[in-house]
């Protein structure tokens, strides 16, 4: 209570009480918390006004004096032991830190990134706006720049989430009944950690549209196998045609085969079966290509005037009369319907193309009326290294048109040109050596017959 003089009993543990004329009260102007009364007040006047006792007695533990900051700055260390929490790792008291010479200059923030890497950089930013970062006693804000020899007030660590606590792994959800996955897995003719090929059946879209339910696209999920995420298309094929494709199983793959499909260093090689034999055997087609006005864009059609270029390379593997021809197509462009295009423009459509070659384009017998459009062959560099060097079955349907056509399977696999062996053989030699004599023989008769009709 204010004003009451003090009793026995409250005296400090282990002081005696105080003789009279003295006072464990405040100085004169402290607001009141002073004790003796009117003894307290005369003292004070007879001195003038000065205070006749010492500064009050606190209860609790002195703070410790600063000590003087050291020449050479020591390791950084916590300068006292924390209290053990129930969080592990998790500190109750406030730690201080010297700053060690090779910290004198940075950033604050980076302090914390060099010695607490586990405190984060929304932490020391909420610790500076609250004040509880400081340096030297003063506010500190992350972009600060520190000195050697300085102390660093750290504020008590916080509790990290319990493991149950944190998010999760999402778990891809399939959409696909087990027949669906098994229908799927069996496409597949190539397979790791960066690539995926398929053999896509006729009649199989690659990606979904209006009244278009059934497509690749949609059975990617049961591609995943042990990847984190579904598998990327990185090119298609029109939805008759059947035979490889290639989807990336990363989004690293996925932009390195887009890469080299733009670049066009991916290779792909196409089987057809067209209508009648084109007279040059082995041959470039190079007609460019639009929208054919009026389709909605389904439709495409040569453009001298406005068309994109493209180029396609063919080669005559063999040929049943004049009937039909097995022929080998690389196209060097990518455009929409190319070789179905290109084809029916010189003349030779695919068999069973009827968008393109009409009702011309069917035999007659037991050929079938389906497309014979096969994407026999790719040919890509790996991410890892390496390539990606793919061929696809025949469908039923093409297989069957072939052997009834008296077709050798074995001779469709033609080389590349880059696979093709350039170096001279010894008949070559030989032809070259024949062809080199008769160019000296030619010349020596001319000679003659200059100097005789000079003489």
Avoid: C
């Avoid at 006004?49 to 010492?54: E, I, L, T, Y």
């Avoid at 010479?101 to 609250?130: C, E, K, M, Y």
């Avoid at 063919?314 to 990518?334: D, F, H, K």
Wanted: glycine share 10%; proline share 8%.
């Amino acid at each position: 209570m204010k004003g009451r003089p003090p009793g026995k009993g409250d005296a400090p543990r282990g002081r005696k009480p105080a003789p009279p004329g003295k006072s464990f009260g405040k100085p004169s102007g402290a607001p009141g918390r002073a004790r003796g009364g009117a003894k307290a007040a005369t003292a004070r006047k007879g001195e003038g006004g000065k205070p006749a006792s010492k500064p009050p007695f606190k209860s609790g533990p002195k703070k410790p004096a600063a000590k003087p900051a050291a020449a050479k700055a020591a390791p950084v260390v916590q300068a006292a032991a924390p209290k053990p929490s129930a969080a592990k790792g998790v500190s109750l008291d406030v730690r201080q830190y010297r700053v060690h010479a090779d910290d004198d200059g940075i950033r604050l923030d980076r302090w914390f990134q060099r010695h607490l890497p586990d405190v984060g950089f929304n932490i020391v930013s909420r610790w500076s706006r609250t004040g509880q970062l400081r340096v030297d006693g003063a506010r500190a804000a992350p972009g600060d720049r520190i000195a050697e020899g300085q102390m660093i007030r750290v504020p008590p660590a916080e509790a990290k989430a319990a493991p149950s606590e944190r998010p999760a792994r999402r778990v891809p959800v399939i959409d696909l009944t087990p027949d669906e996955i098994a229908y799927a897995q069996e496409m597949v003719i190539h397979r790791d950690a960066q690539a995926i090929v398929i053999n896509k059946p006729p009649g199989l879209a690659t990606q979904g549209g209006t009244k278009t339910d059934e497509h690749v696209d949609r059975l990617l999920d049961g591609l995943i196998f042990n990847a984190e995420s579904r598998p990327k298309l990185v090119h298609r094929l029109d939805k008759d045609t059947s035979g490889a494709l290639l989807l990336a199983r990363s989004s690293r793959a996925a932009a390195h085969f887009a890469k080299a499909f733009s670049s066009r260093t991916a290779r792909k090689v196409y089987w057809a079966l067209v209508i009648g034999v084109p007279s040059i055997a082995d041959g470039m087609i190079e007609l460019p290509l639009a929208k054919q006005p009026g389709t909605g864009g389904e439709k495409m059609h040569v453009d001298e005037a406005e068309g994109l270029p493209a180029r396609t390379r063919y080669r005559v593997i063999e040929r049943a009369g004049n009937r039909a021809a097995w022929v080998e197509l690389q196209p060097y462009t990518g455009r929409t319907h190319q070789l179905r295009v290109h084809l029916a423009a010189i003349g030779h459509p695919i068999v069973g193309d009827g968008k393109y070659g009409g009702k011309d384009s069917f035999l007659t017998g037991t050929i079938s009326r389906k497309m014979h459009l096969h994407a026999r062959r790719i040919r890509v560099d790996h991410p890892d290294g390496g390539r990606v060097d793919v061929m696809a079955d025949l469908p039923a349907h093409f297989a069957s048109s072939l052997a009834d056509l008296g077709f050798d399977i074995s001779l469709g696999d033609m080389p590349l040109d880059d696979e093709i062996d350039r170096s001279p053989t010894r008949e070559d030699e030989k032809k070259f050596a024949r062809q080199h004599a008769k160019q000296i023989r030619k010349d020596r008769k001319g000679e003659r017959r200059s100097r005789g009709g000079g003489g």
